[in-house]
T-cell receptor
Framework: AQSVTQPDIHITVSEGASLELRCNYSYGATPYLFWYVQSPGQGLQLLLKYFSGDTLVQGIKGFEAEFKRSQSSFNLRKPSVHWSDAAEYFCAVGARYGNKLVFGAGTILRVKS | GAVVSQHPSWVICKSGTSVKIECRSLDFQATTMFWYRQFPKQSLMLMATSNEGSKATYEQGVEKDKFLINHASLTLSTLTVTSAHPEDSSFYIC???????????????FGPGTRLTVL
């Protein structure tokens, strides 16, 4: 079955500290992986995506993610968090040419000053 | 580019009434649009896939007679919640695939969502 696990429901980091949000997936085919951010009451904004090639992908707002096939993981990182990064982050997996995205439960990021 | 809008952004209605939510791709054509439902503090659950000019494909457990989807043009899909009840209260989000991206475009562009509250 296709599934995405985000083990951390909430994470709190200090402004300026580094961040890593975990994502593990279970997928029967070659996965296409996404990270989205959602601010309160807003839709989803794509941070980055991985289809193939270099397993370290760069996204917007200084985020990056690394695809590790052996660990079925696609963790999101940022070296220095800003207060404006406080939001909910969703990892998602889909199939190439496919339509369906399966989302993780989300991780709420809180940034303390 | 690749902007998706939803209207209304929020709606409050009485139990038993029907509510229509519009999803528009503003600067691209979308053969396929998707409707998601998000409960408070939960993830997005795909409700249905909407293809222009054909019937929508509903996910298991989603009542197609309850949630009517119409995708009459390449830029507009509508979701009508019929005979709404309080348990239908939720955040409804649509997304669209950019047709011009071809088969290599796997990205969905999301609308800002519609908050439905049924009293």
């Amino acid at each position: 079955a296709q599934s995405v696990t985000q083990p951390d429901i909430h994470i709190t980091v200090s402004e300026g500290a580094s961040l890593e949000l975990r994502c593990n997936y279970s997928y029967g085919a070659t996965p296409y992986l996404f990270w989205y951010v959602q601010s309160p009451g807003q839709g989803l904004q794509l941070l980055l995506k991985y289809f193939s090639g270099d397993t370290l992908v760069q996204g917007i707002k200084g985020f990056e993610a690394e695809f590790k096939r052996s660990q079925s993981s696609f963790n999101l990182r940022k070296p220095s968090v800003h207060w404006s990064d406080a939001a909910e982050y969703f990892c998602a997996v889909g199939a190439r040419y496919g339509n369906k995205l399966v989302f993780g439960a989300g991780t709420i990021l809180r940034v303390k000053s | 580019g690749a902007v998706v809008s939803q209207h209304p952004s929020w709606v409050i209605c009485k139990s038993g009434t029907s509510v229509k939510i519009e999803c528009r791709s503003l600067d691209f054509q979308a053969t396929t649009m998707f409707w998601y439902r998000q409960f408070p503090k939960q993830s997005l659950m795909l409700m249905a896939t909407s293809n222009e000019g054909s019937k929508a494909t509903y996910e298991q457990g989603v009542e197609k007679d309850k949630f009517l989807i119409n995708h009459a043009s390449l830029t507009l899909s509508t979701l009508t919640v019929t005979s709404a009840h309080p348990e239908d209260s939720s955040f409804y989000i649509c997304s669209a695939r950019d047709q011009a991206g071809g088969l290599n475009s796997d990205e969905q562009f999301f609308g800002p969502g519609t908050r439905l509250t049924v009293l």
